[in-house]
């Protein structure tokens, strides 16, 4: 099983790629292809290439975090995400990581992968560990900003799925994220949505509010990807703000960042700041497209992308895509 | 100046409220008048009637959180909500303080206040201070779920107004919350308001994201009120488990909150907390009824009162009402 990695995407690419793909496959005894300029994978790699599971694949091009994600698919096929992306598809690689362009991975997984019968809208789950018990998946974490109620329904059962498969809980509790806890309070998206659900064959405990995200009321977050995003943005936000609070203020670099982390671990605030921080989880699945494909966060570094990683080997390991094809069309 | 205070609405109503309003008007010199049950009123208030500028007008019924606001309004004329409304209007009163039903103290004040002419969506401004400098103005906070780009609009024009006169900032940035930087990136909703903001004659930044909302990007964050009420409630749900985290799992009570509280400071997390915490800004400015109206949050106790009786204290000798109809009928 090999796991493909974009190593020309993210912020701190190809360096902490690169890293954090060594750890990887050395930690978690994975098998990872690296997509991206090979002479500078050679060099980055190094030694590494012969005594782990490390292969090079080449993409001569790189799209960047500001290209507009159709166009730059369209024109740049050499690019490190349509390569990735082509690999899964070809069955040469069984999931695909990257902390490239978002909007560019699920336009290549769309139209490259194409959706699995049946979902009518793929969509990104995240995982939010707010609560000290259990992480909870917020999913549509921003793939559909504009959604309507059946594909509201259609993410709690992704997000239910995911659940099962990857949290292990036999029956998630499924909430609706809105303004307020009653039926009849939300939007019209919601206030419909949350009529679906209630017919569903879902657990589902309902409305939730935003306190209720830190305080692990549900085990699957059911929102549109506007809203989500914002929401999984907010949180991240805060984090970056409790991390660098405890930094000297000049500069700002890993040792630093371990250093704020240290401290509040010591006050006993380290879960929630873990919680709280993206390079923990590393990554948000894209379900309901035909591969299993994690989307990771601009500003991963080595951590974050070891993590993700290990999160798509999960992902693979239970052949999510399959079990949601299975699901959709039982 | 008169604040009118529903003693009757909130968890802890009436006791703490009581307790809110003597700090205040011990404090910041209010003339208060506390609206509720008579007796109880005088059993709590005792001494510090003759005291302080402390009065009491009779209210007979409540309006419970799970009412249905426009029933409730339309049922019980002398609630505490109905009649402090009524204050306002009759202008016996400057301001009125509730952590009441929130719905039902938006039914009153549109419906028995009314209005500014001019203004087609009254919104919720909320105060978030999760930046060190300054704090922030968040609106809609929640009373206008679905919404057009042309109240986005408004909202923006009232929150700028009232970052002027609350904050005193001279040319407040408004941002607009959304899930990307770019005028592309949003819903439907976002990217027609991207179009009207920039046209407008603020000083408006463009797209901002969550995480700009702890980075202190943006004077003004302009949202639904459906987006924002749950933004407002997952950084509220963070604080609640920061201040949890440090005492013991069994009782909680004020004084364990404030150990919890007293650790954090004593790691530099104080001013953090503070800013996610709602007892600390005590409430929303209800912008765009013929009115001074705050709206506090439902777990008030006396801090939380007395720092919204301070908001409503300021607000009405800005006159924020009065302001509003001169700048909409400008």
Do not use: W
């Amino acid at each position: 099983m090999i796991i493909a990695v974009d190593a020309s995407g993210g912020e701190y690419a190809p360096h902490e790629i690169v890293k954090g793909a060594i750890k990887a496959a050395h930690d978690f005894n994975a098998n990872i292809a690296l997509v991206g300029n090979k002479s500078v994978l050679h060099v980055l790699a190094g030694k590494q290439l012969k005594k782990l599971n490390l292969t090079i694949v080449n993409a001569s091009q790189t799209i960047g975090f500001h290209e507009h994600p159709m166009e730059a698919i369209r024109n740049k096929p050499q690019s490190s995400i349509a390569i990735g992306i082509n690999l899964l598809k070809e069955g040469k690689a069984s999931a695909f990581v990257s902390a490239g362009n978002t909007g560019a991975v699920l336009c290549a997984s769309l139209f490259n992968l194409g959706k699995i019968d049946g979902v009518e809208r793929p969509a990104l789950a995240s995982l939010v560990g707010l609560n000290r018990s259990a992480p909870a998946i917020l999913i549509d974490a921003g793939a559909n900003a504009d959604c309507r109620p059946n594909h509201l329904l259609q993410f709690a059962r992704l997000g239910n799925t995911y659940a099962q498969n990857i949290l292990g809980i036999d029956l998630p509790r499924v909430g609706l994220l809105s303004n307020g806890e009653e039926d009849t309070k939300g939007n019209r998206l919601t206030i419909e949505s949350h009529q679906l659900l209630k017919k569903s064959e879902l657990n589902f405990i309902g409305n939730i509010e935003g306190n209720d995200i830190a305080k692990g009321t549900a085990d699957v977050i059911v929102s549109d990807g506007f809203t989500g995003n914002i929401v999984i943005k907010t949180v991240e936000g805060l984090g970056d703000s409790f991390i660098k609070l405890r930094q000297s203020s000049d500069a700002y670099d890993g040792r630093q960042r371990l250093r704020g982390r240290a401290l509040l671990a010591d006050v006993g605030l380290g879960f929630l700041v873990k919680g709280i921080d993206f390079r923990e989880y590393g990554g948000a699945c894209l379900l309901g497209v035909k591969g299993n494909v994690i989307v990771s966060h601009g500003r991963s570094q080595a951590r974050a992308i070891k993590n993700a990683i290990g999160l798509a080997k999960r992902t693979a390991e239970r052949d999510i895509c399959q079990i949601i094809n299975e699901v959709t069309n039982a």
